[in-house]
């Protein structure tokens, strides 16, 4: 079972700010805080994960909150290639992927 | 730089006919493997993975299987294909032990008719 809830859906202005939410109030102190997307009718692509500190790299950042018990994908400024289904994963460095529903991003014009 | 490839990419099969699917990995060795199955607006299951030659393990019941004959090969097989064995295949791999991020494929595609 997916321990992280996140929306199901969310718009996004195409050259803005897409912030993209996600829930792990559960979540163990051994545990990451992973994000993948899923552009339709292809394979999972990493995006991004951390533990606690904020991480940043050429394609989000990642806000986990001081108690870590949720977190924020960021994609700074979105576009119309960045539509894809957004799935948040908890998990132990190490341990198997498991995905839950994510959330369709869509971003539009 | 590492690579996986998956086919065939699409195959359209009869219900009760068998099914083998291939996943190999380049430019690494010792991987973990990974078979996911995708059905239908649906999201992504887990259902078999790989630590090493001959290690397979299951996580749900079902009428696939898989093996792995060479370090960094991985298929996925059936003997007899049912309706519901229709959705989108993805292999992935990682570098083990204790790794994380996962690589996945380009997908394979089954309808079963």
């Known amino acids: 079972d997916a321990k992280t809830t996140q929306p199901p859906s969310m718009d996004c202005a195409e050259g803005r700010a897409a912030n993209l939410p996600c829930n792990h109030s559960?979540?163990?102190?051994?545990?990451?805080v992973y994000w993948y997307r899923q552009i339709h009718s292809q394979g999972p692509q990493y995006i991004i994960h951390?533990?606690?500190n904020n991480e940043t790299n050429e394609m989000a950042s990642l806000i986990i909150t001081e108690d870590r018990k949720s977190s924020t994908l960021i994609l700074p400024h979105a576009t119309l290639r960045d539509t894809a289904v957004y799935y948040c994963?908890?998990?132990?460095?190490?341990?198997?992927?498991?995905f839950g529903a994510g959330t369709i991003l869509r971003v539009k014009s | 730089s590492q690579t996986i490839h998956q086919w065939p990419a699409t195959l359209v099969q009869p219900v009760g006919s068998p099914l083998s699917l291939e996943c190999t990995v380049e430019g690494t060795s010792n991987p973990n493997l990974y078979w996911y199955r995708q059905a239908a607006g649906r999201g992504l299951q887990l259902l078999f993975y790989?630590?090493?030659?001959?290690?397979i393990s299951s996580e749900v019941p079902q009428n696939l299987s898989a093996s792995r004959p060479q370090d960094r090969q991985f298929i996925l097989s059936s003997k007899k294909l049912l309706l519901s064995d229709s959705g989108f295949y993805l292999c992935a791999w990682n570098r083990g032990p204790g790794a994380n991020v996962l690589t996945f494929g380009a997908g394979s595609r089954l309808t079963v008719l």
């Open positions: 790989s630590v090493g030659i001959g290690q």
């Open positions: 951390g533990l606690k």
């Open positions: 994963i908890s998990m132990e460095y190490g341990n198997k992927l498991v």
């Open positions: 559960t979540i163990s102190g051994n545990e990451y």
